[in-house]
């Protein structure tokens, strides 16, 4: 199984462009791009959870974890 596969999945419908994910990053895997986060640096991340948390509007999950 590659990493890949859980990377965070942004809803960028949901999105609202609001930065709180990509300044709660603790590895700086988002940045914003076009006023929207994008993974610029995915192979940093493991997951922390941390993005998923904070965002506003619940745009960002996991893969395995959408039921
Ligand atoms: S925290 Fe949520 S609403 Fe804000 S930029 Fe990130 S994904 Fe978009």
Redesign the pocket.
Known sequence: MSGKEFLPI?NLD?????????RACPLGVLA?HNK??ALVNPEACHYSGT?QE????Q??SLPFEII
């Open positions: 942004i949901r999105c609202t462009g609001c930065g709180l994910c990509v914003l929207k986060p993005c904070i965002c506003p509007t745009a960002i």
